[in-house]
């Protein structure tokens, strides 16, 4: 590790440290780009006295390499078909097949909203933005602003939330170009048939049972902790609406049209139906359909495409850029292998470290991160340093794509879940907590369970392939129940604790994030190590210590503390 | 009461000129609401600018460069599973797919983009199917190009052609290059 690779790390954590905190008040992406100038000069003067002038004009190219256009597109691909499906009315066409849904009494209108919800992974696109983008107006709809006056403002919360997290989530299992697929290009080093989805079902497993769990957090801690912070508008209640005259949703053939094509759209990027294309080729090429038969003008289709999360996600990424071109990651790498020598920590513990990592830096992208320190992991297995075996780096494995893929949603810096946020109208940070919460002590721990006990023989050679037994599948059942209960209960105690006063309630939100960080470490060690004390405990430590860092980035208030009064 | 309203702060959501989220939604956000931050406006236009710069050269490089279809990438991945189907090795193709978007030649260089055959047992691999001997094809002249017009640290040529990372149709050109260079 170079003394300017640490340098440029503490400088980047720094930095978003105190944004997150509010001592640097400017937006975020200014404070991005100045980072990354500071950094790119400091790198500069470094290699202009050890490596001469070519090394320096090679930097911005290097930093560059760092900017990942999918995401990018991916979002204004989606922000375009929005906007194609507002002009054409198939929103309208779709509010009014809801309606018709919601009236089938085995449904009804929990369960059309949990279908919903979970629409982003069943679709499984190669980045959550695109349907977030698509839909989430669709979800505002159900509210009183909306129209549809159909969910209270909690209930708009937790259902525009539960989506935008299954969404955000939704990139990790894609077999289309999934931030997953990097996890199983590496463990395709031993596992022949990882490429064919090794990583898929364990990420899917975490992020179903996950999205529950956020929608719980947000209903009974997020809205005590933060009550004035989403300016939605209540439901108006039906004494108050008996003497209006409600309108029920129509649509025309057109929206109708619309519709089918969005979801023809969708059909045909994930089963691949004109070969091997881009996801936003299809769904661009089909948002320009729906704007012929629609006749929308090009000023209608612009109204929809949003420049500021592409811009904070650019900043992000240059700045990775920037850390990547200045040895900042391998800084990074570095410490990280540094605490597997700490006794108390051990390589159960650094690993229950590793496995967060992404959340407790969340980026705009997950991509950066994991493209970055997948092959950090590889290198913890028989591949390099040995630490683990390759059981182990699949189950690691599993545990780290589930935390990397869910954490742009939390970003502060562009991510995903600012759109969820801007959607229910709420402050900047305020679906923060729930977000890390779930995926760090839920969504971990579940998919390395999962793999250990569902998925791992499954991936073997020919030879040693086997099938998950009965008991296995009784196993996985039972420890993802006792997981999934120990954070329900969680959720509602510190929820209890909110309810009598907010100052309680945060102070209970840190000591849950500690403990069932350190839970959710004891379980990844005992889904590494089986029952073995020692490894059981250096994991709840390791597991701790990465709950502590998560839980002080949780922002304690949304809104500007208010001003003294000037005497 | 009217010294107490006079007191309590304005809420950023109180005013109506806010940075439209979506269709429709504005957004009361900290990061994004620049309203209250006078001071910094032309640092926030110049950073937007430096944004929308960086975003419209890293769109331009790979059409100006001969490699398009590089910016149709997802960065997914994917192709690592290549693994021991690549016969000479390279174990990160990815790495060549975005150094040859950005022209980045010492990150061609380490992942071994001179040593490709451009067999084309990767392609299978790639999720949107690029063509992906044709790119390596082009990163490898242009980075010999570049190495030859010193655009390139010899330290990074010098560690390329040591650790074995160039294969046989470079090797004469590096090695005569680096002989040169030596004097």
């Known amino acids: 590790m170079t003394w300017l690779g640490a340098l440029t790390l503490l400088l980047f954590v720094g930095v978003m440290v105190l944004t997150l905190l509010r001592k640097i008040n400017m937006p975020v992406q200014t404070v991005l780009v100045i980072t990354t100038l500071v950094i790119l000069a400091l790198g500069a003067a470094h290699r202009a006295v050890f490596d001469g002038l070519p090394a320096v004009l090679a930097m911005p190219n290097e930093a560059m390499g760092w900017i990942i256009l999918h995401p990018i597109t991916a979002l204004l691909a989606g922000l375009f078909m929005a906007g194609a499906l507002q002009i054409s009315g198939g929103f309208e066409a779709f509010k009014v097949l809801i309606m018709a849904l919601q009236r089938v009494p085995i449904i009804g209108l929990a369960g059309t909203l949990v279908i919903l919800i979970q629409v982003p992974m069943i679709a499984s696109l190669p980045c959550g933005r695109i349907i977030a983008a698509a839909l989430l107006p669709l979800l505002f709809a159900f509210s009183a602003e909306g129209g549809m006056n159909v969910l209270t403002r909690t209930q708009m919360i937790v259902l525009i939330g539960a989506f935008s997290r299954n969404a955000f989530g939704s990139c990790g299992p894609s077999p289309i170009g999934g931030v997953g697929q990097i996890g199983e290009g590496f463990l395709g080093a031993h596992f022949d048939a990882a490429a064919a989805g090794m990583l898929r079902a364990p990420q899917a497993f975490a992020l179903m049972l996950g999205t529950a769990v956020t929608a719980l957090f947000l209903k009974f801690i997020t809205q005590r902790l933060y009550p004035d912070d989403v300016t939605l508008r209540d439901r108006i209640a039906d004494t108050e609406m008996a003497g209006r005259k409600v309108e029920p949703p129509k649509a025309t053939l057109v929206g109708y049209a619309s519709l089918v094509i969005f979801v023809f759209a969708l059909l045909a990027s994930v089963f691949e139906l004109f070969g091997k294309l881009p996801v936003q080729t299809v769904l661009a090429g089909a948002a320009v359909l729906i704007v012929i038969i629609s006749r929308a003008g090009i000023r209608d289709l612009m109204a929809g495409i949003i420049l500021l999360p592409v811009a904070a996600m650019i900043a992000g990424f240059l700045a990775a850029g920037a850390l990547a071109a200045t040895g900042g990651f391998d800084a990074l790498g570095v410490v990280l292998s540094a605490l597997s020598k700490f006794p108390l920590l051990g390589v159960a513990g650094m690993l229950a470290i590793f496995v967060q990592i992404q959340t407790i830096l969340p980026l705009s992208c997950s991509r950066i991160l994991t493209a970055a320190l997948v092959p950090v992991l590889y290198q913890f297995g028989p591949a390099g340093f040995n630490f683990i075996t390759w059981d182990q780096l699949a189950i690691a494995m599993a545990a780290y794509i589930i935390n990397a893929t869910t954490s742009c949603g939390p970003s502060p810096l562009g991510g995903g879940g600012m759109m969820g946020e801007g959607q229910m109208r709420a402050e900047s940070g305020y679906i923060k907590g729930a977000y890390v919460f779930t995926s760090m002590a839920v969504m971990a721990p579940l998919a390395a369970l999962y793999m250990r006990f569902a998925n791992l023989g499954l991936f073997r050679s020919q030879s040693e392939m086997f099938y998950p037994s009965a008991s296995d599948m009784l196993q996985l059942a039972l420890y993802a129940a006792v997981v999934v209960v120990a954070t329900i209960v969680g959720t509602l105690f510190i929820g209890r604790k909110a309810s009598i006063s907010i100052a309680s309630g945060q102070r209970w939100q840190r000591v849950g994030f500690l403990a069932l960080g350190a839970f959710a470490g004891a379980v990844l060690s005992f889904s590494l190590y089986g029952l073995a004390g020692l490894e059981i405990m250096q994991g709840a430590v390791g597991g701790a210590l990465a709950a502590l860092v998560i839980s002080l980035m949780v922002p304690s208030r949304l809104t500007p503390a208010p001003r003294e009064a000037k005497s | ?183």
């Open chain 2, 1 to 183: 009461m009217a010294s107490q309203k006079k007191d309590k702060p304005e809420h950023k959501r109180d005013r109506l000129q806010q940075p439209l989220v979506m269709p429709g939604i504005h957004r009361y956000q900290f990061f994004s609401d620049i309203s209250d931050r006078p001071l910094t406006k032309n640092l926030n236009r110049a950073a937007m600018l430096a944004i929308g710069t960086a975003l419209a050269v890293d769109a331009l490089k790979p059409l100006i460069g001969g490699v398009p279809q590089t910016l149709y990438c997802y960065e997914c991945r994917a192709c690592y599973g290549t693994q021991d189907r690549c016969p000479v090795g390279i174990g990160l193709q990815a790495e060549l797919t975005v150094s040859a978007r950005v022209a980045d030649y010492e990150r061609f260089l380490r992942a071994g983009g001179l040593k490709c055959v451009r067999c084309g047992n990767c392609r299978s691999f790639c999720v949107v199917n690029l063509d992906l001997p044709r790119i390596y094809s082009t990163m490898q002249q242009r980075t010999i190009a570049a190495m030859q017009r010193g655009a390139i640290r010899r330290q990074a040529i010098q560690h390329a052609y040591d650790d074995g990372l160039v294969g046989r149709q470079f090797i004469d050109r590096v090695a005569q290059w680096l002989e040169q260079e030596s004097g």
